[in-house]
């Protein structure tokens, strides 16, 4: 398989487009009709830009591959809320993408919030991720970040919908793969192109320092998570075995630099699992680690995968966010509705038990219609309160 991801029309930043059709000889309205058509129609191939006189899509098509990404399973949780997507990339890579919907109180539409992977597998190794688990396969490009974004935008408009946010936290580490990412974000919030507002990102890391360093001298809005998971260093590389002997307090100290050059706080992520990091000893040591810090704390009871890592009971997380809330922290839990159909970052891939929604049955299928108010797992902790 390829390690070199494929390049399309979907990794080329509004001015490029620019270039490329100057570069082609042709008036520069056409840039504007290319780019409107990708960012507003959503095709699913090149033929689809119509506006193009032929010969255009021709001259496209010879330097372009034009690859959206091939749905090859779909998964809806019972409430519908949580719709799971299984997506094939142009040389066979599978990645998953999930839609999580909420209702906005006041609005029409639904908050829709699209979790995107930015690598095929992870290399960081967190024992409890199923992603982590299979390892790394290869980074994926900005094209096909944004086209996982176009592919969920598609199937909402066909229900009169739109992607009102965007979370990298499907799979692999967003900054481990930094200059695809922040091309991935430029694509999405340039209002040339997707037109997002950048505070309605939110990328997660799992705490790569130089990544977060660099992601606050971009000039971007975009929020901030860091995967914390323990207030310990020993017990927080036991969990993250990839992590430096120091990433506790180094991750601490980064959350800090980027609030005073964001002005952003920044969410920790807290997988809670039964017998390792969710005592109440713990959550008084995370509280005087981060006690001072502007920060928000997301507890996530964790997903259980095959690593045999289980789920505190409900008990156990209310005692841990008890002691967080007692002491003035800003916390929530992240109630988990994605489970039962392995909602949690790389699952789907690695869990044949799920009941798998077959191609003909596609067409059947419900979009996530929108009632209750739950969310699945990895599910945007930071851009809920935005
Ligand atoms: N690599 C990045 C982003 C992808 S993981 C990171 O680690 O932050 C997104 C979130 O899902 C992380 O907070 C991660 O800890 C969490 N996660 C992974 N596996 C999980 C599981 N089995 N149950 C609950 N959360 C999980
Ligand atoms: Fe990678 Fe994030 Fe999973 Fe850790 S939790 S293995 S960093 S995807």
């Given at each position: 398989m390829s390690t070199e991801p494929i390049r399309t029309l979907y990794d080329l930043l509004p001015d490029e487009i620019d270039q490329l059709v100057a570069g082609l000889g042709l008036p520069a309205y056409r840039a504007k009709q290319i780019l409107q058509s990708l960012?507003?129609?959503?095709?699913?191939?090149?033929?689809?830009?119509?506006?193009?006189?032929l010969l255009v899509r021709d001259e496209l098509a010879a330097q372009y591959a034009f690859s959206p990404a091939e749905e090859v399973r779909r998964v809806v949780s019972e409430d519908g809320e949580t719709t799971k997507l299984l997506l094939r990339m142009s040389d066979g890579t599978l990645i998953e993408t999930v839609l999580m919907q909420y209702p906005e109180p006041g609005e029409r539409h639904p908050r829709s919030t699209v979790c995107v992977s930015t690598q095929a597998g992870c290399a960081m190794g967190c024992v409890f991720c199923a992603t982590g688990q299979m390892g790394f396969e290869r980074n994926l490009s900005a094209g096909e970040i944004v086209s996982q974004v176009i592919h969920v935008a598609r199937l909402l408009k066909a229900n009169g919908e739109h992607v009102t946010n965007v979370v990298f936290m499907g799979m692999g580490e967003p900054l481990a793969n930094y200059a695809e990412t922040i091309r991935a974000v430029r694509l999405l919030t340039d209002p040339r192109a997707f037109g997002l507002g950048q505070r309605h990102i939110t990328i997660s890391t799992v705490g790569v320092i130089r990544g977060i360093d660099r992601l606050a001298a971009e000039g971007l809005q975009v929020g901030l998570a860091i995967s914390l998971h323990s207030p310990d260093e020993a017990l927080r590389q036991q969990l993250v075995p990839t992590a430096g002997p120091h990433s506790v307090q180094d991750i601490v100290s980064a959350a800090r630099r980027y609030f005073t050059a964001t002005g952003r706080r920044v969410t920790f992520e807290y997988a809670l699992i039964a017998g390792e990091n969710d005592s109440p000893e713990i959550a008084r040591k995370l509280v005087a680690l981060l006690r001072g810090t502007p920060t928000h704390i997301n507890l996530i009871p964790v997903n259980p995968t095959a690593g045999g890592y289980g789920r505190p009971s409900r008990g156990r997380v209310l005692e841990f966010e008890k002691v967080l809330l007692d002491a003035g922290m800003n916390c929530t839990v992240r109630v988990e509705k994605g489970s039962e159909i392995s909602a949690a970052c790389g699952q789907l891939r690695t869990d044949e038990a799920n009941t798998i929604i077959s191609l003909e049955e596609l067409s059947r299928a419900p979009v996530a219609p929108v009632h209750g108010h739950r969310q699945g797992a990895p599910a945007p902790g930071p851009s809920q309160s935005q």
């Open positions: 960012y507003r129609e959503y095709p699913t191939s090149l033929d689809e830009l119509r506006q193009l006189p």
